[in-house]
């Protein structure tokens, strides 16, 4: 999430105050202290970032220049299989019919940088595969690629998907939220500005229903918000509403679990459960080492009622002891 946080602030139109940019260095500085006892799935994951189940359970993770498939052999055992060998970061993937897609950005010869839109067809894996895989191995089946620019946007970051197929995306850089229209699976149509300014940093998106959830900070301040935007009677941008706030953190991905919301608290190390318009409970501090995403565990591979979270750890370090990793993690609320 933060990798490319000071560079953005030069390629974007709002440029934060310097109090608030000094404070998000500190907060940033303060990870090192940080550490984690999930149940360790897969690690080796530089920068995780992302997740997400099919809804047949087949299970994909973001992190550095990397779309990864999890899978589990016949001895129990978790592998990652590369989808993606581009020289491109990637943040936020998807799920849209039967193509994953993925939001990333490429380093330009001038030091700038481009965001792009990826995608791959999702394959049936080979009988053979879970025996035979290599951690880290190239994907047998799949192989994600840049589809196309990300015209207008500064630093993309979480996504989402709605029931007509419009592609959501959250702009880190921009505070707006942007609807991609596809001619096809591989083709954009058109990226339009949906929801503009409506959080700096604005990270986590998940529908639930007509109502779209956000996480980002209110613009102006250090207060880290998770809100709601509502659809308006055409189904456009309508009312939006502020629902939990909590100051110098990072509230950073969140997922609908129960009835309610659950969010990462990047910088305190811990998962946030909202419901009914409260805070229901949380896990201890530092549970997580700078916790990004989560989701509710699906079956094949994992025991419902578990959570599987992406772990960052330290910026600019992948030590897989500091982080890096994918975690299982089994919450009592």
Same mark, same amino acid.
């Given at each position: 999430?933060?990798?490319?946080?000071?560079?953005?602030?030069?390629?974007?139109?709002?440029?934060?105050?310097?109090?608030?940019?000094?404070?998000?260095?500190?907060?940033?500085?303060?990870?090192?202290?940080?550490?984690? &006892?999930?149940? +360790?799935?897969?690690?080796?994951?530089?920068?995780?970032?992302?997740?997400?189940? /099919?809804? &047949?359970?087949?299970?994909?993770?973001?992190?550095? %220049?990397?779309?990864?498939?999890?899978?589990?052999?016949?001895?129990? *055992?978790?592998?990652?299989?590369?989808?993606?060998?581009?020289?491109?970061?990637?943040?936020?993937?998807?799920?849209?019919?039967?193509?994953?897609?993925?939001?990333?950005?490429?380093?330009?010869?001038?030091?700038?940088?481009?965001?792009?839109?990826?995608?791959?067809?999702? =394959?049936?894996?080979? =009988?053979?595969?879970?025996?035979?895989?290599?951690?880290?191995?190239?994907?047998? @089946?799949?192989?994600?690629?840049?589809?196309?620019?990300?015209?207008?946007?500064?630093?993309?970051?979480?996504?989402?998907?709605?029931?007509?197929?419009?592609?959501?995306? @959250?702009?880190?850089?921009?505070?707006?939220?942007?609807?991609?229209?596809?001619?096809?699976?591989?083709?954009?149509?058109?990226?339009?500005?949906?929801?503009?300014?409506?959080?700096? +940093?604005?990270?986590?998106?998940?529908?639930?229903?007509?109502?779209?959830?956000?996480?980002?900070?209110?613009?102006?301040?250090? /207060? @880290?918000?998770?809100?709601?935007?509502?659809?308006?009677?055409?189904?456009?941008?309508?009312?939006?509403?502020?629902?939990? *706030?909590?100051?110098?953190?990072?509230?950073?991905?969140?997922? $609908?679990?129960?009835?309610?919301?659950?969010? /990462?608290?990047?910088?305190?190390?811990?998962?946030?459960?909202?419901?009914?318009?409260?805070?229901?409970?949380?896990?201890?501090?530092?549970?997580?080492? @700078? %916790?990004?995403?989560?989701?509710? $565990?699906?079956?094949?591979?994992?025991?419902?009622? $578990?959570?599987?979270? /992406? *772990?960052?750890?330290?910026?600019?370090?992948?030590?897989?002891?500091?982080?890096?990793?994918?975690? +299982?993690?089994?919450?009592?609320?």
């Amino acid at each position: 999430m933060f990798t490319h946080l000071f560079e953005s602030f030069k390629k974007v139109n709002w440029i934060p105050s310097f109090g608030i940019l000094a404070s998000t260095i500190l907060l940033v500085s303060s990870l090192s202290g940080c550490k984690s &006892e999930s149940e +360790l799935v897969v690690d080796d994951i530089p920068d995780s970032e992302n997740l997400l189940f /099919t809804p &047949e359970g087949r299970l994909f993770v973001s992190g550095g %220049p990397n779309v990864f498939e999890v899978i589990k052999n016949d001895q129990g *055992e978790f592998h990652k299989l590369d989808t993606f060998h581009d020289s491109c970061g990637v943040s936020g993937i998807i799920q849209r019919g039967d193509y994953i897609y993925g939001v990333c950005r490429k380093k330009n010869l001038d030091n700038s940088s481009t965001p792009y839109l990826i995608a791959g067809k999702i =394959e049936n894996l080979p =009988e053979s595969v879970s025996d035979a895989t290599v951690d880290g191995d190239p994907h047998p @089946a799949i192989e994600m690629k840049i589809i196309g620019a990300l015209s207008g946007l500064g630093n993309p970051n979480g996504m989402e998907v709605d029931e007509f197929g419009n592609l959501y995306i @959250a702009d880190f850089g921009t505070a707006n939220i942007f609807k991609l229209h596809m001619v096809n699976p591989e083709e954009i149509g058109s990226i339009e500005l949906w929801a503009p300014k409506i959080a700096f +940093l604005v990270s986590g998106l998940e529908w639930v229903d007509d109502v779209l959830y956000f996480t980002g900070i209110r613009r102006g301040t250090t /207060t @880290a918000i998770m809100g709601k935007i509502e659809l308006n009677e055409e189904g456009g941008v309508g009312e939006v509403t502020e629902l939990f *706030e909590r100051k110098y953190t990072v509230l950073d991905d969140l997922a $609908a679990y129960k009835g309610g919301i659950i969010i /990462t608290d990047y910088f305190k190390g811990s998962l946030i459960f909202w419901k009914n318009g409260e805070l229901q409970a949380e896990t201890m501090k530092d549970m997580f080492y @700078a %916790p990004s995403a989560v989701q509710p $565990a699906q079956a094949p591979m994992f025991n419902q009622g $578990a959570l599987l979270v /992406t *772990e960052k750890g330290i910026l600019y370090n992948s030590n897989k002891k500091y982080g890096n990793k994918l975690g +299982l993690f089994y919450p009592d609320f």
